[in-house]
């Protein structure tokens, strides 16, 4: 118990010193405030690269890891191989990545020879069987590959894309790279899409976090090139302006980000909402940066936790009982492991 409070008092010390602006030229106006979390406890070590979260009804989590493209299960802080899912040719940011759970199926998003793609699975206690590739033609390259994967609330999978180094590829709506996806579960356009195929919005560069708030709406994390990193709201059909615009733009052809930061502050992965915030993992910015948002939607003004605390943050969820789980990435080739890395880890997100 006196170690849990001790971790406490850390984490209330690093909110206390780490930067709470928002980077480039987008300022929040909620006013809306962003509690200190709790108490950081250890889930799992000796990961490689967790790239993807995603909880079982039973409570459990299954995690991919990206360059092994093995999928584990954690149970009781236990992690065991479930499979190595076949196909996956990793290299560079490509491999195993997006997970999602909806009723008996597992979805994966990965880097196969040709492209990435999306693959459905059926869980029967510790036996993944009758994998359907739902989705190929995802381009592939070694940077930008999008691969987050989400049960939205509407029951529909979403998926996020990335335009694998062609930029023109995010304002072509025939194109697959550069997108937000939404589907039935058996890959097909979901209905009521914005243009009657799999593409949800556009004008994406590489999102790599889906999340949606109480109300919800739905968010998402990308990569900038050189200034700027977003949080966008996510609109249907929305053009979000990459490459003619990155950062905020106000130009009336392109939705404006909600939140920006410069790339070397945050680099953002994976997002989750929690605690009413939206919790971003941070790569090279080496954090986790909390986004207090308001009833309407407006973020409030971010504030960073645990900044070179425990390296590159990849992976966050929000588990069943509301604790915050989020992982590191610090066997990417561009991190320096800490003893114990990759570890997965669980905070309270606060009130």
């Not at 560069?205 to 109480?214: E, F, P």
């Not at 200034?227 to 939705?255: H, T």
């Not at 680099?267 to 940066?289: D, I, K, Q, T, Y």
Request: charged fraction near 20%; aromatic fraction near 8%.
């Amino acid at each position: 118990m006196g170690g849990m409070k001790r971790l406490w008092i850390t984490a209330v010390l690093l909110l206390a010193g780490c930067s709470a602006a928002s980077g480039g030229d987008v300022v929040p106006t909620a006013a809306v405030t962003a509690p200190p979390p709790g108490g950081v406890g250890e889930v799992a070590t000796g990961l490689s690269v967790p790239w993807s979260i995603a909880f079982l009804p039973g409570g459990d989590a299954l995690v991919t890891e990206r360059d092994s493209a093995r999928l584990l299960r954690l149970r009781q802080g236990r992690a065991t191989e479930l499979a190595t899912i076949e196909g996956v040719r990793p290299g560079g940011e490509g491999g195993l990545m997006g997970l999602a759970v909806k009723g008996p199926y597992v979805f994966v998003y990965f880097t196969a020879e040709q492209d990435n793609r999306i693959v459905r699975y059926r869980l029967d206690g510790d036996r993944l069987s009758q994998p359907t590739t739902l989705v190929t033609g995802i381009p592939k390259a070694g940077i930008h590959n999008g691969g987050r994967l989400a049960v939205g609330p509407d029951g529909h999978l979403y998926a996020s894309t990335g335009d694998a180094g062609e930029r023109p590829r995010a304002q072509d709506r025939d194109s697959l790279g550069g997108k937000i996806l939404r589907m039935t579960e058996d890959g097909k356009p979901a209905p009521g899409n914005p243009f009657g195929t799999l593409v949800y919005s556009y004008g994406h560069r590489n999102v790599q976090g889906l999340a949606w708030d109480s109300a919800g709406r739905l968010y998402a994390s990308e990569f900038g090139a050189n200034a700027y990193d977003e949080v966008n709201l996510i609109r249907p059909g929305g053009n979000y302006g990459w490459p003619e615009v990155e950062g905020r733009g106000d130009d009336p052809d392109y939705i404006n980000p909600i939140v920006t930061w410069t790339t070397g502050e945050a680099s953002p992965s994976g997002m989750a909402f929690a605690g009413g915030s939206l919790w971003v993992a941070a790569l090279r910015g080496e954090r986790l940066w909390q986004v207090p948002l308001s009833g309407d939607g407006t973020a409030g003004r971010p504030v960073a936790h645990f900044q070179d605390r425990y390296g590159r943050l990849r992976a966050v969820a929000t588990a069943p009982d509301g604790s915050l789980w989020f992982g590191t990435s610090n066997h990417d080739g561009r991190g320096s492991p800490r003893r114990g890395d990759d570890r997965i880890l669980s905070v309270s997100p606060g009130r």
